[in-house]
């Protein structure tokens, strides 16, 4: 499956329409984002279950600024509406597809209880 370009007006709706997004948030000028391409590319193919999505934070300076991205690139997972990944730096091709099982293993009821438990914290 081909990467998809996430914009202001298509981000809400990929996020609600899938399950399981990989967001890449990258720039043109960006060696390293550049390097990182073909990996998120190669993944994208491999994994076809997995909406791969890419941001450019030159062209999609709000997204960016919602999500806080400061360093590029940046790689957030999206599970059932709740991010559950969200590091800056390239990874090599093992440490996604390590990443991408670790991902899918986890119990989302349990994520979702401790986010709720957490918020609930935050608001004491």
């Known amino acids: ?3 998809v370009e996430l914009t202001k ?3 809400a709706e990929t996020l609600k329409d899938n399950d399981f997004v990989l967001i890449d948030f990258w720039a043109d000028w960006c060696g ?3 390097q990182f391409a073909p990996v998120f590319e190669s ?3 491999k994994h076809t279950d997995i ?3 890419k941001v450019d934070t030159e062209a999609q300076r709000e997204l960016a600024f919602e999500f806080k991205i400061q360093s590029i690139p940046t790689l957030m997972i999206v599970r059932d509406r709740t991010v ?3 590091e800056p730096g390239a990874l090599p091709p093992e440490a996604l597809e390590s990443l991408i099982s670790q991902a899918r293993e986890l119990d989302m009821d349990e994520v979702r209880q401790k986010v709720a438990e957490q918020s609930g ?3 004491e």
Request: aromatic fraction near 10%; glycine fraction near 0%.
């Open 9 to 11: 007006d298509n981000f």
């Open 51 to 53: 909406v791969h999505a």
């Open 121 to 123: 914290n935050a608001q």
């Open 43 to 45: 993944s994208a193919e």
């Open 84 to 86: 559950i990944y969200n």
């Open 32 to 34: 390293p984002c550049r």
């Open 1 to 3: 499956m081909p990467t």
